[in-house]
């Protein structure tokens, strides 16, 4: 199995609302990524799990919430989201996050609308 | 500043044309990948260039890592309009993928 997996493939939520995305690999790798991707912009990292624990939080409000329960899954908890945060939600795998070739596989993504 | 520049930004081009995307960087990397975004959907790995002067071609795409480990390009030969979609280069830093900004290809048919 070669393929990282997210849903919901759409979210459109209002800004009182608590939702959550979800994403799951089975290749193996202990590196998992969240990035925000706007339109024609490349991803921007969000979060970085590596081995289950959080390594990186690029300064993400808290009303974004990161989770990792197994090696395999991965959730990003949202709460009292802005409008400015529509937008393409990406998750990602490498082998080890620890540096080498950090090759990236990404799911599909979320795409999600705060009205 | 943006550590990996990638040009042109934009190119809309007729079926049957060839390209060439540039990469460029001040900084020496241990490797560059090339992903390929297609609309609503997520970047794929195309491939990792790791060794200075490495060609690697895929199809009709070439890749070229610079001598130095400071650039790499993406040539299309013959480009066909399932070519079209968001090019991006990206280089791994201590623990994090940085990206250059893309390149946006539509090739019409």
């Known amino acids: 199995d070669t393929e990282v997996t997210q849903t919901p493939k759409h979210l459109v939520m209002g800004m009182t609302n608590k939702k959550s995305l979800k994403c799951e690999q089975h290749m193996g790798h202990r590196a998992m990524y969240w990035y925000k991707q706007k339109a024609k912009k490349p991803p921007e990292l969000m979060f970085v799990?590596?081995?289950?624990?959080?390594?990186i939080n690029e300064s993400v409000p808290s009303r974004f919430s990161p989770e990792c329960p197994n090696s395999s899954l991965l959730n990003l908890h949202l709460h009292a989201l802005q409008p400015e945060d529509s937008a393409l939600y990406l998750c990602?795998?490498?082998?080890?996050?620890?540096?080498?070739?950090?090759?990236?596989?990404f799911g599909p993504g979320t795409r999600l609308t705060v009205l | 500043t943006q550590l990996l520049e990638q040009s042109p930004q934009f190119l809309s081009i007729q079926e049957g044309e060839n390209l060439t995307v540039y990469c460029n960087s001040s900084?020496?990397?241990?490797?560059l990948q090339w992903y390929r975004q297609e609309p609503g959907e997520g970047p794929v790995l195309l491939v990792t260039?790791?060794?200075?002067?490495e060609v690697k071609k895929l199809k009709r795409l070439t890749f070229q890592f610079g001598d130095a480990r400071k650039d790499s390009s993406l040539h299309i030969t013959a480009a066909q309009p399932g070519d079209t979609g968001l090019y991006l280069c990206a280089g791994p830093v201590v623990s994090r993928l940085t990206f250059g900004e893309g390149t946006q290809l539509t090739v019409n048919p």
């Open positions: 799990y590596s081995y289950e624990k959080l390594s």
């Open positions: 990602a795998s490498s082998l080890s996050g620890l540096g080498g070739r950090n090759e990236q596989f």
């Open positions: 260039v790791v060794t200075g002067g």
């Open positions: 900084s020496v990397f241990s490797s």
